[in-house]
């Protein structure tokens, strides 16, 4: 028994366990929201709305800078996506300690321009209404804009989510089913 023993116990020359890529973290990666399958999305979606909570209670922002309704417009999504992977950059363990200075430098500009946003599409902490467009020549001219009120953000943060799953899904199941098409004879 003590022979068994001593050949389970690992050696001083024994080599280091291998390690291969499966076994590392995946990186943070730039997230283009319009590539994204059905799947992602909503993982993306879910993601961003946890982070974005954590960011604005950890740093008191108001809804000048994060309405609760950022979601419905692609400026602060695509902003406040850009913040996140630049967060998860700066704070990743194998980053240099001047990362986080150089993220909450990059915070100061971001938040500029998110207040820029919310002022320009009006939205408010109890109410939101889609961003203007300003309409070019030639173009039909723009719906009129009107306030929709929520009385509880979370819930429809989840419709919200739910139905840009399913829009993208039938866009993918459509796309699948244009290439089947393409393929028969």
């Known amino acids: 028994m003590s022979d068994q023993h001593e050949m389970d116990e690992p050696d001083v020359f024994d080599s280091p366990p291998r390690v291969t890529s499966a076994d590392m973290p995946e990186p943070p990666h730039p997230v283009n929201w319009n590539l994204l399958t059905a799947h992602e999305l909503e993982q993306e979606w879910l993601a961003l709305n946890r982070w974005v909570d954590w960011l604005r209670r950890t740093y008191g922002l108001t809804v000048a800078v994060v309405p609760p309704f950022w979601h419905h417009h692609p400026e602060m999504v695509w902003e406040l996506s850009a913040l996140h992977l630049h967060w998860l950059g700066a704070y990743d363990p194998e980053q240099n300690a001047s990362a986080p200075l150089g993220w909450h430098r990059d915070f100061a500009d971001a938040r500029e321009r998110l207040r820029y946003w919310v002022t320009a599409c009006g939205t408010r ?55 089947a098409d393409d393929e028969m004879p």
Request: aromatic fraction near 12%; charge should be negative; charged fraction near 35%.
């Open 125 to 179: 902490g109890d109410r939101d209404r889609p961003t203007r467009q300003a309409v070019w020549p030639g173009e039909d001219p723009a719906p009129t804009i009107q306030d929709f009120t929520f009385t509880d953000r979370d819930t429809e943060f989840v419709e919200f989510v739910i139905a840009q799953v399913r829009k993208r899904q039938e866009a993918e199941d459509e796309f699948y089913a244009n290439l």
